[in-house]
T-cell receptor
Framework: GAVVSQHPSWVICKSGTSVKIECRSLDFQATTMFWYRQFPKQSLMLMATSNEGSKATYEQGVEKDKFLINHASLTLSTLTVTSAHPEDSSFYIC?????????????FGPGTRLTVL | KQEVTQIPAALSVPEGENLVLNCSFTDSAIYNLQWFRQDPGKGLTSLLLIQSSQREQTSGRLNASLDKSSGRSTLYIAASQPGDSATYLCAFTSARNTPLVFGKGTRLSVIA
């Protein structure tokens, strides 16, 4: 299968700071990347869909000014949590699909655990 | 609204048993369906993908089936092992390059 990496794998920050999470497709060109959030003992909830070179599409209830998504290249998408607060503490996971990938299969990164103090 | 339901929510079995995890979905117009495994605090590992035109896929001890008419998919695990202990998630997409809709998962424990 394809490899998707995320960096950092975990981060602890103070309330009010901004945190950037990177999602990279290592061996294929990801025309579409998705960002999900997972709270403890819950399933994954879609935050936004990101297509290379265009603005992200956010799900209802997700603040676009708080969760900034940039998909500037076919191998990299970033999620920036601006002015993070404790309620933003969660597990953030990206997935990627795109050129050459069989049947639109999505491949997931290992996730980033964000803890806001 | 598309929904995915997974039953049971949790399952504990002795090592060596064959088991079936169930997934049902409300939207029969699916593009493909995927089964994933998630270990605690980790990301997702894709296990099997079934296209809408297919009825089943197999990989090793795993077999996944898809019945669009009834809105159901099952994941069959043969000869379960303690290493199979994890949360298993079912998810589907309704079109190409659209996001996955996830169920809440089945938490499996295989006891040695």
């Amino acid at each position: 299968g394809a490899v998707v990496s995320q960096h950092p794998s975990w981060v602890i920050c103070k309330s009010g700071t901004s945190v950037k999470i990177e999602c990279r497709s290592l061996d294929f060109q990801a025309t579409t990347m998705f960002w999900y959030r997972q709270f403890p003992k819950q399933s994954l909830m879609l935050m936004a869909t990101s297509n290379e070179g265009s603005k992200a599409t956010y799900e209802q209830g997700v603040e676009k000014d708080k969760f900034l998504i940039n998909h500037a290249s076919l191998t990299l998408s970033t999620l920036t949590v601006t002015s993070a607060h404790p309620e933003d503490s969660s597990f953030y996971i990206c997935s990627a699909s795109g050129q050459g990938r069989t049947y639109n299969e999505q491949f997931f990164g290992p996730g980033t655990r964000l803890t806001v103090l | 609204k598309q929904e995915v339901t997974q039953i049971p929510a949790a399952l504990s079995v002795p090592e060596g048993e064959n088991l079936v995890l169930n997934c049902s979905f409300t939207d029969s117009a699916i593009y493909n369906l995927q089964w994933f495994r998630q270990d605690p605090g980790k990301g997702l590992t894709s296990l099997l993908l079934i296209q809408s035109s297919q009825r089943e896929q197999t990989s090793g001890r795993l077999n996944a089936s898809l019945d669009k008419s009834s809105g159901r998919s099952t994941l069959y695990i043969a000869a379960s092992q303690p290493g199979d202990s994890a949360t298993y998630l079912c998810a589907f997409t309704s079109a190409r390059n659209t996001p996955l809709v996830f169920g809440k998962g089945t938490r499996l424990s295989v006891i040695a």
